[in-house]
């Protein structure tokens, strides 16, 4: 992954994790991952259906909704809807959802390890 999709309080693989192989970023753990060169071992965690109900999201068909967020299925990942229209871009991975909940709430959008 490139550095600047690593961000605080976003939820990643992590090699060599001792606990799991997931762990959600602390403001600690990105200082070391600076100091230490170590954001090869970052991986990112692609996006399920399963995962959007553990972060909270109610399953409505091909619609994953929640505070007044509607996510839509496609082929290979989600989009936003706004009414019946996608907005921006696909996205694939857990911290690329965490990074827009919080873009449009300015709530952090936890994943239940």
Do not use: W
Request: charged share 25%.
């Amino acid at each position: 992954m490139k550095i600047r999709e690593i961000n605080i309080g976003c939820t990643y693989y992590i090699s060599g994790c001792k606990d799991s192989d997931m762990m959600t970023l602390s403001e600690k753990d990105f200082e070391n991952i600076i100091l230490f060169k170590t954001k090869d071992r970052i991986t990112p965690i692609k996006l399920t259906k399963e995962i959007l109900i553990k972060c909270g999201f109610n399953n409505n068909g091909y619609f994953y909704q929640m505070n007044g967020l509607t996510l839509k299925t496609t082929y290979d990942g989600f989009v936003l809807l706004s009414g019946q229209y996608s907005v921006g871009n696909e996205f694939y991975y857990l911290h690329e959802l965490q990074n827009l909940y919080f873009a449009l709430t300015k709530d952090e959008l936890i994943f239940k390890l």
